[in-house]
């Protein structure tokens, strides 16, 4: 009679932790890289801007109030992004610290019955873990909330470029010989925002799954 195949040993609390963290260091990794390269576009397609109304000259006095809030805006995402970077940090530092509090238990808690008993200084060195595991819990949980705060503004700083791109767009519609070239500038800044923005959407749905 054929028997039915072992089921897998449930992961233990480290593995399950160091999987979460593999995932908020990868998918923190590649929000960085990309974001950073974003805002570069961002900061130049800003400036391209400036360039053409002064190119233009008085033809286009209207559209560099738009230009000189497309580079304030840039200045704004830079700051907002910084103030993340910042964030991420220490809430990256405390999984890390997390994971190995809870690879110490693991390995204590597994030890024979017999071992524990005539080592009462393994029983110490487990409560003290798990009093350091506890610790670690409510710092992160502060530096998610943190994290949080700062993503947070982040969207508002990216709601409110998108305003100005608006702006920018409806300004460019109503120019005359250089329309083409407003519009284009415009469509360009709009799609740079807006990818910042579907990255950002991308980066906080991924956090949240992991956030205490």
Not at 149 to 165: D, K
Request: glycine share 6%; proline share 4%; charged share 25%.
């Amino acid at each position: 009679m054929s028997t039915s195949p072992e089921s897998p040993p449930a992961p233990t609390s480290a593995a399950r932790l160091r999987e979460s963290f593999l995932g908020v260091a990868d998918a923190t990794f590649a929000f960085q890289g990309q974001l950073q390269r974003r805002l570069r576009e961002i900061d130049r397609k800003a400036l391209n801007a400036q360039v053409l109304v002064k190119r233009h000259g008085k033809d286009l006095a209207g559209y560099g109030v738009v230009a000189q809030s497309f580079r304030e805006g840039a200045q704004q995402l830079q700051d907002a992004a910084a103030v993340v970077q910042k964030a991420i940090h220490p809430l990256m530092l405390g999984f890390m610290q997390t994971l190995r509090d809870s690879s110490h238990i693991d390995k204590l808690r597994d030890l024979p019955q017999a071992v524990r008993s005539h080592a009462p200084a393994l029983q110490g060195a487990l409560q003290r873990h798990r009093s350091e595991l506890d610790a670690r819990g409510e710092q992160s949980r502060l530096a998610g909330s943190r994290l949080r705060q700062a993503l947070a503004r982040f969207e508002n700083v990216v709601a409110e470029l998108e305003y100005v791109v608006v702006n920018g767009r409806i300004e460019a519609a109503l120019k005359g010989d250089a329309r083409a070239q407003l519009a284009q500038v415009s469509a360009d800044m709009d799609n740079a925002v807006s990818q910042v923005r579907e990255l950002l959407r991308q980066y906080v749905e991924h956090i949240e799954k992991v956030l205490p």
